[in-house]
């Protein structure tokens, strides 16, 4: 039973065989075209030489004496920059003056009267699904 309120025409609809003949069609086409090695026999398949690459495409190797990423990776840094100036620092200088600025920081706290503001607006924000009425 077909449903057809007048306004749009009605659809077309395409045979089972055309469906099926579209489809070899395409598998046809792909084993001919996409996969040439599984469309011929073994008789008709020529094996392909290897062919050196271009002038512009060649491989190009690093130069022998650059040390390697893994081996930079392990190597010791015997040089420090200050990260407050930028000079070249001693191992033990950087490591004090590390030190300093670990202990010269201060937590910082905020006002109480700021944090009670901040604790109200909190509660507000709770509150306001439970009571949508609330300013």
């Not at 309120?5 to 075209?33: A, E, Q, T």
């Not at 599984?38 to 392909?48: E, F, G």
């Not at 690459?53 to 990423?69: F, N, R, S, T």
């Amino acid at each position: 039973m077909h449903y057809h309120s007048g306004n749009f025409p009605p659809k077309s609809r395409v045979s089972w065989p055309k469906i099926l003949s579209i489809g070899i069609g395409c598998i046809g086409l792909w084993l001919h075209f996409g996969a040439p090695g599984l469309a011929q026999t073994s008789a008709d398949h020529q094996p392909v030489e290897a062919t050196p690459p271009a002038a512009g495409e060649q491989i190009l190797l690093p130069p022998a004496d650059d040390v390697p990423e893994e081996i930079l990776r392990t190597e010791i840094i015997f040089e420090a920059r200050s990260p407050l100036d930028g000079r070249p620092l001693s191992p033990a200088d950087y490591a004090q003056l590390q030190t300093e600025l670990a202990a010269s920081q201060t937590p910082l706290t905020l006002n109480s009267d700021i944090r009670y503001i901040i604790f109200l607006l909190q509660a507000r924000r709770a509150f306001k699904p439970v009571i949508p009425f609330l300013p």
